[in-house]
């Protein structure tokens, strides 16, 4: 059975950080490329961070880049994504994904207040 549960999730104003932490469980996670996704009720689910099954490579939507780092530590099987300058924008709830078998989890919230 597959599990990604996610955390890090809170309440924190602009220009602060948080670190989200993913936990997965069920699949191959090693040889699995991971995604970080948000969704707002105004905007749906749009794309955040992606990284490769080495952790050698990233890659970020325009509007988080230089400022979120997506990591993984494939001995745990967690991915993270350390969010730094944050913005009243990026307040919204934010999923673990494995994009090649379509597994979400049950998503994070953050708020960034302004």
């Known amino acids: 059975q597959v599990k990604l549960v996610e955390s890090g999730g809170g309440l924190v104003q602009a220009g602060g950080s948080l670190r989200l932490s993913c936990v997965a469980s069920?699949?191959?996670?090693?040889?699995?490329?991971m995604n970080w996704y948000r969704q707002t009720p105004g905007k749906g689910r749009e794309f955040v961070a992606a990284?490769?099954?080495?952790?050698?490579?990233?890659r970020y939507a325009v509007d988080v880049r230089g400022r979120f780092t997506i990591s993984r530590d494939n001995a745990r099987n967690m991915v993270f994504l350390q969010m730094y300058n944050l913005k009243p924008e990026d307040t919204a709830v934010y999923y673990c994904?494995?994009?090649?078998?379509?597994?979400w989890g049950q998503g994070t919230q953050v708020t960034v207040s302004s």
């Open positions: 069920g699949f191959r996670f090693n040889n699995s490329i």
């Open positions: 990284i490769t099954e080495s952790g050698e490579y990233g």
């Open positions: 994904v494995v994009p090649a078998d379509g597994y």
